[in-house]
Nanobody, 125 residues
Framework: QVQLVESGGGLVQAGGSLRLSCAAS?????MGWFRQVPGKEREFVAS???????????YYADSVKGRFTVSRDNAKNAMNLQMNNLKSEGTAIYYC??????????????????WGPGTQVTVYS
């Protein structure tokens, strides 16, 4: 069982930036970020997957490419999400997720096996 805790959410003006962090209780091969607006399904934002050595592959939803950057701090079992040029549609609860073992890439888009409690991000105009 991996426990996850997100931090860094808050209130930001459109066009601004926020940095989210996710602390994991143990090392994980793959982690990701999802977000959810009340009444809507949780959606994929970004993820990372370990390739071996010091190599990681990152993946992004089209809606955040070029604005969001996901990174791992392996020494701290942590994952960060730098969000720049935030838009009002970025308002959501952001969740960190991790995957058991080595997930097949195609299965990562629906979420992992463990989830954090979420952190609220509110973007105002």
């Amino acid at each position: 069982q991996v426990q996850l805790v997100e931090s860094g959410g808050g209130l930001v003006q459109a066009g601004g930036s926020l940095r989210l962090s996710c602390a994991a209780s143990g090392s994980t091969y793959a982690m990701g970020w999802f977000r959810q607006v009340p009444g809507k399904e949780r959606e994929f934002v970004a993820s990372t997957r370990y390739n071996g050595g010091s190599s990681w592959t990152t993946y992004y939803a089209d809606s955040v490419k070029g604005r969001f950057t996901v990174s791992r701090d392996n020494a701290k079992n942590a994952m960060n999400l730098q969000m720049n040029n935030l838009k009002s549609e970025g308002t959501a609860i952001y969740y960190c997720t991790s995957y058991k073992g080595r997930p097949i890439l195609s299965t990562m888009w629906s979420g992992g096996d463990y989830w954090g409690p979420g952190t609220q991000v509110t973007v105002y105009s």
